[in-house]
């Protein structure tokens, strides 16, 4: 299962653990970093057609 969530532009992402993710960062939705992964792109792509929920993977 994956949580996506959005934040306000309160400050910089910092890298606080970085032996687990490569870095952090803020991208305009239609300038997103490749490759996403399938479910965060479903997600936004849900969130930009004003869906709350969005399914995936499950048949």
Do not use: F, H, Q
């Not at 299962?1 to 890298?15: C, D, Q, R």
């Not at 305009?28 to 399914?55: C, F, H, M, S």
Request: hydrophobic share 35%.
């Amino acid at each position: 299962m994956g949580n996506g969530g959005g934040a306000g532009p309160w400050g910089e992402p910092e890298l606080l653990e970085p032996d687990k993710c490569v870095g952090w960062g803020w991208w305009p939705l239609d300038g997103l970093p490749e490759p996403t992964v399938d479910y965060t792109r479903a997600a936004i792509d849900g969130i930009r057609a004003g869906r709350l929920y969005t399914e995936m993977g499950w048949s």
